[in-house]
């Protein structure tokens, strides 16, 4: 590995990306490059586990809607870093270099109990996950904002259609165009509200992904066949509310078509369940 670089505190928006950037570029040879378990080598993946760590949060503090990939990716990179670092760790003694006894018999008997109960450390051929319980309290404020936008433009539509019917006829149904805009809107709202109300449920299984959403006795079930080349990742979504710098989860299917699911899963736990989705899908 080469020599660690300094780590400048950012002062900026452009600052804390380019260190983001720069802590990237330092970690991407890792992913081609096969380390020795020795001291220096783990020293050194500390050391830069050390300064990514820094980057999350400033990168945090500034980041804008543009940044949330960058921001994802670090995250990711982050967690590969920490497992590496895991897996050339457990024979060593981090003082010395020697064998680590203790902590070898320790992780044999761990794995002895492991066999026992019949548990692998194989990768699951199928996972489901809780992505959201749903919040009642959220939906209720857009369906409440979604409800009066439509409300004031019906009212507004039918003043200005009666209106303008008077001076021009039929032609004033040429309006309805204009404010279908507006009721597009706020029927999306309603969805929101919907899907932020519900809650939603994955299950991975035989190269078919299960989205199911569940509000009361309603459940409304989606199925995705995934392809070999089918990966999951994090996007920035097409429609999300001013400000927020939610994330949702996307997978392209066996015909190359992106799916979205899990905007309002929580943000802390989007890039382990993408994690976990593309270990079965690399596996399988």
Known sequence: MENMQHYSEPTSRLSARSNAERWLTRFAPLLETSLEPDVETLRQ????????????????????????????????ALNHLKAKEASLRPSLDPRTGALNLTELRAKIAEASARQELGETEVVPKSLELLLTGGNLMAAAGIGMFGLFWNSFTLVHATFMIGGMWKA????????????????GAGFMMAKNALDTASKEELLLQEGTLTIRKTLGFWVRAKK??????????????????????????????AEGKSHQFGLTAPEHL???????????????
């Open 224 to 253: 995705i066949v995934l392809g070999p080349q089918s990966r999951v990742g994090l996007e920035v979504p097409q429609v999300r509310q001013k400000g927020s710098r939610a994330m949702v989860i996307t997978v392209n299917d």
């Open 168 to 183: 021009f006829g039929p032609m004033a149904l040429f309006l309805l165009a204009f404010y279908s805009l507006f009721f």
């Open 270 to 284: 989007k890039s382990e369940y993408v994690r976990q989705l593309n270990a079965i899908l690399a596996a399988s």
């Open 45 to 76: 993946l500390k050391e830069l586990r050390q300064e990514g760590e820094k980057c999350i949060p400033e990168l945090s503090a500034w980041a804008t809607e543009d940044d949330q990939i960058l921001l994802a990716t670090l995250r990711d």
